[in-house]
């Protein structure tokens, strides 16, 4: 199985909001993705999907686009994202999503070779913007954090030998320096292997810190970032070839 990610699909949910309203860049950006897409992942693939997934502001009108991603090839996984409005009780999208694509909320997901992880985040406190009304929400990530963390342990260990664990966020979970912030801190205290998140776009993208801190590979996966190609961010041996 390999493993790609790409965050920040910025689908049109119904809105009629084409993205290349934010420059040329994103000109047709969806047709781009699908067809990076079909040319790298395979149907024994998985793909995560940090946040940002489309403009919806309704789950059910978000449908059009979760089917449509469901029919690319892989398994897909999704968290929230700042702009994912769309975003209902995880029971009631469990109950209707499409075969194929898997949210992950207070919980993790067992995809065979790793167990992945994963929650929004949110504005660090080290930004200007964060402000008091921001306070509340930062210590509820942080708690779904753990939750999530604590499911991918369970999991990781259940069959006793240790599967890695990857991380998905939708905001970048270091300061811009590369600092240690309340979430970086919370996942070392994990056997996290790798680390993707979203959210930058354009020349914020230079505020993110891309590499290894205390054995964690962090990557910034915004589709924008990556030329609208899902990159490749793990490939595991097949089990029955390996040794």
């Known amino acids: 199985m390999k493993l790609y990610a790409i965050g920040d699909l910025h689908l049109d949910g119904k809105q009629n909001k084409p993205m290349d309203v934010f420059g040329p860049l994103w000109q047709d950006h969806r047709e781009?993705?699908?067809?990076?897409?079909?040319?790298?992942?395979?149907?024994?693939?998985?793909?995560?999907?940090?946040?940002d997934f489309c403009w919806a502001m309704q789950f059910r009108d978000a449908m059009d686009d979760l089917i449509a991603v469901s029919e690319l090839p892989g398994l897909k996984l999704l968290i929230r994202g700042n702009h994912d409005y769309w975003w209902a009780s995880p029971t009631k999208m469990r109950e209707a999503l499409p075969p194929?694509?898997?949210?992950?909320?207070?919980?993790?997901?067992?995809?065979?070779?790793?167990?992945?992880?994963?929650?929004?985040?949110?504005?660090?406190?080290?930004?200007?913007?964060?402000?008091?009304?921001?306070?509340?929400?930062?210590?509820?990530?942080?708690?779904?954090?753990?939750?999530?963390?604590?499911?991918?342990?369970?999991?990781?260990?259940?069959?006793?030998?240790?599967?890695?664990?990857?991380?998905?966020?939708?905001?970048?979970?270091?300061?811009?320096?590369?600092?240690?912030?309340?979430?970086t801190a919370l996942i070392r205290r994990y056997p996290v292997q790798r680390v993707v998140y979203g959210h930058l776009h354009g020349p914020s993208c230079r505020m993110a810190f891309e590499g290894e801190r205390d054995g964690i590979r962090y990557e910034l996966v915004s589709a924008d970032r990556l030329g609208f190609a899902p990159k490749l961010i793990e490939d595991f041996p097949d089990p029955e070839t390996e040794n």
């Open 100 to 183: 194929g694509v898997r949210i992950i909320q207070n919980d993790a997901s067992d995809i065979g070779p790793a167990v992945i992880a994963g929650t929004r985040g949110w504005l660090l406190r080290t930004s200007p913007e964060f402000g008091e009304k921001d306070d509340k929400i930062f210590r509820r990530e942080l708690i779904r954090l753990e939750m999530s963390l604590e499911a991918a342990l369970r999991l990781s260990r259940k069959d006793g030998a240790a599967k890695p664990i990857v991380l998905m966020l939708h905001y970048p979970p270091l300061a811009e320096n590369g600092a240690e912030t309340e979430f």
């Open 32 to 51: 781009r993705i699908f067809t990076a897409w079909h040319e790298r992942v395979t149907g024994s693939d998985a793909v995560l999907l940090p946040g």
